[in-house]
């Protein structure tokens, strides 16, 4: 039994070199399928990663207060165009937000073009500089690698103190330990207190480049009118947090005097709702790539199939001696079978290489931690197994059916 399987393939393979044009146009079109299907769930599998790793560290016991909710930000169709979030707003917000156990964050970005100098070293102007309050590290989910972070007393005091990201160290600092230098922001001096741990980058911006000072130093700086400020509440006890809130629905409310009739005019999210928000979109992403591949592969499947057909059609004198010799119809429609098989693996594994480099491209282009796609790969796997069945089953039967003395006829 063996060895007939043995005898199969090898003729099988020999048919394949023979036709390595028809066999070559085959295997491509077969992979044009699975590259889109291993391609595209790739970068998607790489985006969800890397959305999934820069919200989690923030906890599901985070919300935060913003000029517009997410949906308003991705969508401009009918937007309504919400006032800035002043900075008295949040510092009253920061007094009469009396939810127990919580920990109120304010922030800012003053500017994404800031130029940071250490002595003769400087960087390039696109480094982004944000004045925060004690507790945005801590909210954000940011861990500081060396060193400190703020406390009460450098907020409070103005002090010139400032907490980096973790690319400093090689970028102006030449492999230094930065904790107690001095850098230079717009001619202030602030003394480094800590490094945070790296967190890599997010669609193409360097999240371990950016800089962190007083809230009150960083106001003295950066001047520019309708300066927009954010706040981020955490809350000890995730139980809590819809009370909390509601709580502070209500208390931005009353500071913006809305009355009950009033919409809001402000945005409040949760930060586990951003990341399941963002993986229904990159769900919506799945389901066209599946839809994609689905019709593409379909197409390779009826082109296998028409393939197989007109093989089984030019080896019919081929098929008649076989059959003479004592071939039977099982073995006759296993070499056909085999074939199909073979030529639809080739695809489907040319298919997954070319996918996998092109998720790795995509992700690399954009800053996304690209993983190994098993899971694309091992249904990659099976469709192309499937494929093969599909389109090999009707050629295999229609050339184990065949006469004999009519195939002998034949030429």
Same mark, same amino acid.
């Given at each position: ?246 709580? *502070? ?146 050629? *295999?039967?229609? *050339? ?12």
């Amino acid at each position: 039994m063996f060895s007939l399987l043995r005898e199969n393939i090898r003729i099988a393979l020999s048919s394949i070199r023979n036709q390595s044009l028809r066999t070559v146009l085959t295997v491509l079109i077969i992979a044009i399928g699975i590259t889109a299907l291993v391609g595209i769930l790739s970068a998607v599998a790489a985006l969800e990663n890397t959305i999934s790793q820069d919200f989690a560290s923030m906890g599901a016991n985070t919300f935060n207060l913003q000029r517009y909710e997410f949906r308003e930000r991705i969508s401009n169709e009918d937007r309504k165009v919400n006032p800035t979030i002043s900075y008295r707003e949040v510092t009253e917000f920061k007094e009469n937000f009396q939810f127990p156990f919580t920990e109120t964050a304010i922030s800012f970005t003053g500017t994404g073009s800031a130029e940071i100098k250490y002595q003769n070293e400087k960087t390039d102007p696109d480094i982004s500089v944000l004045g925060v309050n004690e507790y945005y590290l801590e909210n954000s989910g940011l861990e500081v690698e060396e060193g400190r972070e703020f406390n009460i007393f450098d907020i409070n005091n103005n002090n010139n103190v400032a907490v980096i990201g973790a690319d400093y160290k090689d970028v102006i600092f030449n492999g230094m330990d930065p904790v107690n230098k001095t850098i230079s922001i717009r001619g202030a001096k602030f003394r480094v207190i800590g490094i945070l741990e790296s967190k890599g980058s997010t669609f193409g911006n360097n999240q371990d480049l950016r800089v962190f000072i007083p809230i009150q130093h960083a106001r003295s700086i950066f001047s520019q009118p309708n300066i927009n400020y954010s706040l981020s509440v955490k809350v000890d006890d995730k139980e809590m947090l819809e009370s909390a809130m509601d709580e *502070a629905i209500i208390t931005f409310r009353n500071i913006r005097g809305l009355n009950p009739k009033e919409d809001n005019n402000f945005g409040i999210e949760r930060s586990d709702d951003l990341i399941n928000r963002i993986l229904q979109i990159t769900g919506a992403l799945n389901i066209a790539a599946w839809i994609i591949s689905i019709i593409t592969i379909f197409g390779s499947s009826i082109a296998l199939m028409n393939i197989m057909l007109v093989s089984v059609t030019e080896r019919t004198r081929e098929i008649g001696v076989r059959k003479a010799l004592g071939a039977k119809k099982n073995t006759i429609a296993m070499q056909f079978f085999l074939e199909t098989l073979v030529i639809g693996q080739l695809g489907g594994l040319l298919g997954i290489l070319l996918g996998i480099l092109i998720g790795w491209g995509v992700s690399s282009s954009l800053d996304f931690d690209f993983t190994t796609p098993w899971k694309a790969m091992l249904w990659a796997t099976g469709i192309t197994i499937f494929v093969a069945i599909l389109a090999g089953s009707y050629p *295999a039967a229609k *050339a184990a059916k065949q006469d004999p003395i009519e195939s002998l006829r034949y030429e």
